[in-house]
């Protein structure tokens, strides 16, 4: 199965956050643009490293009209230990059954759980990037951020 592609539509999603709260990609989508970075698994090395990443821009994504948005195959328990360790301060999405990252084409049935795939939605749920790198934890957001503010400056 391959990733979606800029240009299609991301597909509908509601699922809970850390807390707890039902979260639809739609309700994200009313703040501005969403940057939703999948990740293997909350509090291991590479997820801790690409997550705290993307806390430390988060005011330069609200600068650009952006929040990130974290979605793993983890339970609700997880994300808010992950949360709490880490400080996040961002959703961090439960999707246990991992319906989404099928939706989104980045399921795994070997390794991990899912591929470690950054897509930046427009607020009319259009795909406008898609970033995979299994080993640049960083690469993620730095991109997500050029393409964001190159949208922001035309």
């Known amino acids: 199965m391959k990733s979606l592609r800029i240009g299609e539509l991301a597909p509908q999603f509601d699922l809970p956050d850390q807390t ?19 990740y293997p698994a909350a509090l291991s090395g590479g997820c801790t490293k690409e997550a705290c990443h993307f806390r430390n821009l988060q005011a330069d994504f609200a600068a650009v009209g952006a929040q990130p948005v974290g979605i793993s195959m983890d339970t609700v328990d997880a994300q808010a230990q992950f949360d709490g360790k880490e400080s996040l301060g961002m959703p961090l999405l439960s999707d246990a059954d991992g319906a989404v990252a099928t939706a989104f084409g980045v399921r795994r049935k070997y390794i991990t759980p899912v591929k470690r795939a950054t897509f930046v939605i427009a607020p009319d749920r259009r ?22 503010g190159a949208a922001v400056k035309r």
Request: charged share 20%; glycine share 4%; aromatic share 8%.
């Open 127 to 148: 795909i406008v990037e898609v970033i995979e790198s299994e080993w640049n934890m960083e690469k993620h957001a730095d991109i997500a951020l050029q393409v964001l």
């Open 20 to 38: 707890g709260t039902q979260r639809s990609l739609t309700s994200l989508l009313e703040e501005g643009s969403v940057v939703l970075f999948f």
